[in-house]
């Protein structure tokens, strides 16, 4: 009778766990927070530079879905964390990364958002960190650097455009868009 015990002790204990995934040798949880909203990893993939792994990326939303375009349409609570596996990544980098991958939307009417976003970048993306871009509808689209707030963009059109970074059907980035999909 304790060995059964004990074993539904431990099945329940299992069960309660959050599970992770491991890409590129860094741990994803498989689940984070949107302001009340639960997400859930829907894929997850290496963003590389030649040969060179930069960061293991994962996508989180509320349920799973492999639909690019309704990812970068749908205003719901969602998140993009990059988890840097390459020793360094200097600012001026991930800003022409971003501007590039932004030159692929219509931004037009979105230049000082962009210029707001690219700001929040004044330090090296360093091995080992953590930067977590989380949108919740009226909001906006935040960033975090190893779980430190660094700022808030506002709009559902910057949402767009900055998730089409990774989504859109001009993305750079079509492996790990995939992997993101959960494809």
């Not at 099945?11 to 741990?27: D, M, R």
Request: proline content about 3%; glycine content about 8%.
């Amino acid at each position: 009778m304790k060995r059964i015990t004990l074993f539904l002790l431990v099945v329940l204990f299992l069960t309660g766990i959050a599970w992770a995934l491991e890409i590129g040798g860094k741990i994803l949880p498989d689940k984070m927070k949107a302001g009340d909203t639960e997400l859930m990893i829907n894929g997850a993939g290496l963003r590389k530079k030649l040969i060179i792994k930069v960061y293991a990326g994962a996508l989180y939303l509320p349920e799973k879905c492999s639909d690019a375009a309704k990812i970068v349409a749908d205003d719901v609570p969602m998140a993009v964390k990059m988890h840097f596996i390459y020793r360094k990544v200097e600012p001026e980098k991930l800003i022409e990364a971003w501007n590039a991958g932004f030159a692929k939307s219509d931004i037009s009417n979105l230049s000082q958002e962009i210029a707001t976003f690219n700001s929040f970048f004044k330090e090296d993306a360093k091995k080992d960190d953590v930067y977590d871009i989380i949108y919740i509808p009226e909001e906006g689209t935040s960033f975090y650097i190893n779980g430190n707030l660094i700022g808030t963009v506002a709009g559902y059109e910057f949402k767009k455009a900055l998730f089409g970074i990774w989504f859109s059907d001009a993305t750079e980035l079509p492996g790990l868009r995939d992997a993101m999909l959960g494809k």
